[in-house]
């Protein structure tokens, strides 16, 4: 018989938790429309303004919550609702973010900041890049990047924007509900990302004055009917999380010290990191081919971040960090989630060691 697959993607998404399960069948019960005046809407609208409550409460957040389709949305709507006349990027942002840096119109005036090789922010670029916006900036940043897990000096950030009057958004779909949210402007969360339903996020302002609402629902700041089901699975998730970090930790330190012993390298081994997220450079075989043999071994990981891991192009993240476009197309990622074993970790290690094996013979 055939060996269960092993799934280590879980920064790309993460299974569903049975409490967000059953808390999405409650919601779709509660089938009304909730912006409906009717007593069948009122009743709705009360279930989601309890599980926009419930959100808030899980996190820690005591401004509002505009419930969205996930973080790709949310970052949209920060990024071109923020009354601001310039964004200051990280170079390592993720796609969902640089892709509106790269096709931005030309009278939006953006910059991009450097990181070091362990893909963390170099804070002298962000003093000047502040000192030549000001006020005017919208400042963006992964609190944990989501192919490294490099975790970003947001404290600092969040000190020199808080001087100068800018604004800063922060990304935390990877750290939500795992760690605590930074104290920023904006932040950015995805309830797939933690063991809730795809097709559900939200953009956390602490200060509705921050964004132009541009009418329809969600206190006007976003069209379309609420997504119930989707929010009440939402808050159940977030209200379940279990404190699992520890062994996460416990688990990436050993693959670590495995594929160091095997000849491989450990991306931003040096940075802190998220304990869920990892990346692992095999020298001499391309991540496409890692990923198949993976695949065909029963194993899932991925190259990238699950938006551009389809494509052949040199992830934007090691190419900021300094790796050339050889070394960054030998890299994959490995995430953990509450469901990752030991074992599971024993069998990658093992299939590593026979790719690793056959390409030297």
């Known amino acids: ?72 949305e949310a970052v949209k709507l920060a990024m071109h609702g923020t009354r601001v006349s310039g964004w200051i990027v ?4 993720h796609d969902a973010v640089l892709r509106h840096v790269d096709h931005a119109d030309v009278s939006q005036r953006s910059l991009r900041l450097a990181v070091d090789l362990q893909g963390r922010l170099v804070i002298a670029s962000v003093d000047r890049a502040l000192g030549a916006t000001g006020h005017q900036a919208l400042v963006i940043s992964q609190s944990a990047n989501s192919e490294t897990g490099v975790l970003q000096h947001i404290a600092a950030v969040t000190e020199r924007t808080r001087a100068l009057g800018a604004v800063l958004l922060c990304d935390c779909a990877q750290t939500a509900g795992k760690l605590p949210l930074p104290d920023a402007d904006m932040i950015v969360v995805s309830a797939h990302k933690l063991g809730g339903p795809p097709g559900i996020g939200a953009l956390l302002v602490r200060d509705l004055g921050l964004i132009n609402p541009t009418g329809g629902q969600e206190k006007g700041y976003r069209a379309g009917t609420e997504n119930l089901p989707g929010a009440l699975g939402f808050a159940a998730a977030l209200e379940a999380s279990r404190n699992w970090l520890e062994r996460a930790a416990d688990l ?47 194993i899932s ?40 074993s ?3 970790i024993y069998r990658f290690i093992e299939q590593w060691q026979a790719i690793r094996a056959r390409v030297s013979r």
């Open 1 to 72: 018989m055939a060996e269960p697959r092993i799934y280590l993607d879980h920064a790309a998404t993460t299974p569903m938790l049975p409490e967000a399960r059953a808390a999405m069948l409650q919601g779709v019960d509660i089938w009304a429309n909730p912006s409906s005046p009717h007593a069948d809407g009122r009743a709705a609208r009360a279930a989601l303004e309890d599980a926009r409550a419930r959100i808030a409460a899980a996190l820690g957040w005591t401004g509002d919550v505009i419930l969205t389709s996930g973080a790709s």
């Open 90 to 93: 990280s170079p390592t942002e």
């Open 252 to 298: 990436r330190h050993q693959l670590d010290s495995a594929i160091r012993a095997g000849g491989g390298d450990i991306v931003a081994g040096s940075a802190p990191r998220i304990p869920t997220i990892a990346s692992y450079h095999m020298p001499g075989v391309a991540a496409n081919t890692q990923l198949i043999q993976f695949d065909l071994a029963g």
């Open 301 to 340: 990981v991925s190259a990238g971040s699950a938006c551009s891991s389809g494509t052949l192009k040199t992830s934007a993240v090691l190419a900021a960090m300094g790796w050339d476009e050889k070394a960054a197309g030998e890299v994959i990622r490995v995430s953990f989630g509450p469901s990752t």
């Open 342 to 344: 030991r074992a599971h």
